[in-house]
């Protein structure tokens, strides 16, 4: 599984789920495309990962890590969040999502196979336990 970042807000000690750019999950419209039955596909957009915190957009990196990354701007109210342990390239995140890598310092997490917007907003969810913040 590839190691991937997100700043996103935080629930308990877990990523909160969301359709927002700090939450787990995806903006509609925006992140992924939606067809007219409510599915989504592969290859269509997804929830947008980088392959390190500081690789993130500055205004997504909280401003609190300024003494990290100078150019730190984002909300306090953001973590930096890490899930996996492999190189940053494309293949299976679990059974239900995959990865793939659209930039060498951006991808998206994607569904692997035709699904509801909500299953694979479900999944995405599922993966809840999978991050941990890393903001050294």
Do not use: Q
């Not at 003494?67 to 909300?75: E, F, K, Q, T, Y």
């Amino acid at each position: 599984m590839p190691l991937i970042y997100r700043a996103m807000k935080k629930e308990g000690e877990r990523p909160k789920t969301g359709r927002t750019a700090t939450t787990l999950g995806v903006r509609i419209p925006g992140d992924i495309a939606v067809d007219e039955k409510g599915c989504v596909s592969p290859s269509t957009g997804g929830m947008s990962v980088a392959p390190a915190w500081r690789l993130l957009a500055s205004h997504r990196i909280p401003a609190r890590l300024k003494h990290l990354c100078l150019d730190a701007a984002g909300s306090n109210n953001v973590h930096c969040w890490k899930m996996g342990d492999g190189e940053f390239v494309d293949g299976s995140l679990t059974s239900a999502l995959n990865f793939r890598r659209d930039t060498a310092i951006h991808g998206l997490v994607e569904p692997n196979a035709i699904v509801l917007l909500e299953t694979y907003e479900a999944n995405l969810a599922a993966t809840r336990e999978h991050w941990m913040i890393d903001e050294v």
